[in-house]
């Protein structure tokens, strides 16, 4: 008894005289970001020298020969058009007004969809004088979405490098063609001048055959009769199709054309009205021809 005693008080005594471990504070939260952030770029820096070293591998493993190079850049797209040359006529027109020496011809077919795009101009397109330009576009079977008529005229003037800075609101213009829309307007070159136009186009958006253009004034002041909107409608319908064209449906347009009477052409007589016999009297002809020229005259005005 005597042993367990002095057992238990030297424990107690060895435990009272025992100094006291220092207590563990909690841990500040900057600290612990510190650490939080010390331990992340480590892991990071371990990350980017285990990649160095995967990449370095994978290159001795896989040599690049000397003659490889960076890749190629993509090749530009094609062009939507193909310039045909020396082409054959399909369209004819006859503007003596507007000077057969400065007369020129262009065409270009679809690169899909077969469609053609014949181009006819009249004058000094790049010059200063008066001109006419005609695009008349047969469809293929591309896909040709019929757009608003300023945003088609645009695009057929930067063709030309030109620019509408002024257009009035289209009304329409009735030929042997059918309906046409025409609009006064005014295209700027890049040298900043302007020119007094008539842009039109066909009204027929979904047919086969698509006439867009420009009938404009001269940059002197010279007003040809083409910009008037009267002798536009005579100008169109003055087309002709050359023997050469194909397309039956275009040359079934052309054949109903000479059915159509409503044309705001002040120029178009009426035919000569025949009598017994199928002899035409003269007097009565020049009678009629007068009447209609005096009528015509009259809604000009």
Do not use: H
Not at 118 to 139: E, M
Not at 287 to 297: D, E, I, N, R
Request: glycine share 8%.
């Amino acid at each position: 008894m005597r042993l367990a005693f002095q057992g238990r008080n030297f424990a107690e005594r060895t435990s009272a005289e025992s100094p006291l471990e220092p207590a563990r504070l909690p841990m500040s939260r900057s600290r612990r970001s510190r650490r939080l952030l010390r331990r992340l770029w480590m892991a990071a820096l371990a990350a980017s020298s285990l990649s160095g070293a995967l990449a370095l591998l994978n290159a001795a493993q896989n040599p690049v020969s000397p003659g490889a190079g960076a890749p190629a850049t993509p090749p530009a797209p094609s062009p939507a058009w193909i310039e045909i040359p020396r082409p054959v006529e399909l369209f004819r027109l006859e503007a003596p007004e507007l000077g057969k020496e400065t007369r020129s011809y262009e065409a270009r077919r679809r690169r899909t969809g077969s469609g053609r795009q014949d181009i006819l101009a009249f004058g000094g397109v790049n010059g200063s004088g008066p001109f006419l330009r005609l695009t008349l576009y047969q469809l293929g079977a591309e896909r040709a979405p019929d757009a608003a008529f300023y945003v088609d005229l645009a695009r057929r003037a930067a063709e030309i490098g030109r620019a509408i800075t002024r257009a009035a609101q289209p009304t329409a213009l009735p030929t042997r063609f059918g309906g046409f829309e025409a609009a006064d307007l005014t295209l700027m070159r890049s040298d900043s001048s302007q020119t007094a136009c008539l842009g039109f186009r066909s009204a027929n958006g979904t047919g086969k055959l698509r006439i867009t253009g420009f009938a404009c004034n001269g940059a002197d002041g010279s007003l040809p009769l083409a910009t008037s909107k009267p002798a536009l409608a005579c100008l169109l319908d003055r087309i002709e199709l050359a023997p050469a064209a194909e397309n039956a449906e275009v040359i079934a347009l052309f054949a109903a054309r000479e059915l159509n009477g409503d044309t705001a052409c002040a120029e178009r007589a009426p035919e000569p009205t025949p009598l017994r016999g199928g002899r035409f009297d003269e007097a009565q002809f020049d009678a009629a021809q007068g009447a209609a020229l005096g009528k015509s005259a009259r809604k000009i005005r």
